[in-house]
């Protein structure tokens, strides 16, 4: 009887207060990244040819881009120095449940922050959204919160990209003008205007097109570039500009 009112005790004290709410969300981040780390390391032990070929597939790309012309290196690299990648590990994830998190060995000591984005060699993986000293959790792109500005590259117009099947390979495409007919393999990236993640970092294609009897807007089915049943490394993204754009949206709100 005792444990279970002090049990009571605690959840209405958490659920009451932030600041505990905060310190007890940190403290389970820390447990389950301890045991998930010490997973993480036996079982990657056993995958290091398959991990060996991804590498090789990195270096490829981006020993192509050594054959870019000046123009498209110059953009690439303004691009970039707006934006700091910190590396990280995926020791835990999640593909079929309702809402889909992971967690990554990185916390506040390598300047990983809440609602800092996350990619992968592939595309785009999901957003921070709890930090302990050394791990974070995210939440995935396969979760109801999850909703990203999409561009189509081929017309330039502005969709967006959410999670609402069970299929951890397929979204969802939004809000697509009616006068736009999207064909299966047309690519959608992020458009750049979230603080979330860059522009034009891959999405997936477009898979077939739904239909619905009352629409003001186009569907369609898209396959995700990233595969997240085989996550393993990732990028937080760190926006170096993100105090000065957050400063402006605040005066445009008090204004």
């Known amino acids: 009887m005792f444990l279970i009112l002090e049990a009571l005790c605690i ?38 040819k398959e991990e060996n070929q991804v590498l090789i597939e990195h270096n490829a ?64 993986v999901g957003k921070v959204a709890n930090v302990s000293k050394n791990y974070s959790s995210i939440i995935s792109l396969l979760h109801p919160y999850s909703v990203v500005s999409a561009r189509f590259t081929d017309n330039q117009h502005i969709a967006n990209v959410c999670w609402e099947n069970k299929d951890f390979r397929y979204g969802t495409v939004k809000d697509i003008p009616l006068h736009l007919n999207p064909q299966k393999g047309d ?37 995700f570039s990233t595969n997240f049943s085989t996550l393993r490394h990732v990028f937080v993204i760190d926006n170096l500009h993100q105090t000065e754009i957050d400063s402006l949206i605040s005066n445009n709100k008090n204004e």
């Open 61 to 124: 790309h981006l020993m192509s881009m050594l054959h870019l012309d000046s123009d498209t290196l110059t953009a690439l690299d303004s691009c970039s120095s707006n934006y700091r990648y910190i590396p990280a590990n995926v020791i835990n994830n999640s593909i079929d449940n309702v809402n889909n998190y992971l967690l990554i060995d990185k916390g506040s000591k390598d300047g990983v922050k809440k609602d800092m984005g996350v990619i992968c060699e592939n595309g785009i």
């Open 187 to 223: 690519t959608l990236v992020t458009s750049g205007f979230s603080n979330i993640y860059p522009a034009d970092i891959m999405i997936g294609t477009i898979e077939e097109m739904i239909e619905y009897k009352s629409k003001d807007f186009n569907t369609a089915t898209i396959k």
């Open 11 to 48: 959840i209405l004290l958490v659920n009451n207060l932030p600041y505990q709410k905060r310190k007890l969300t940190s403290v389970g981040n820390a447990i389950a990244g301890k045991f998930f780390k010490t997973k993480f390391n036996f079982t990657n032990y056993f995958s290091l």
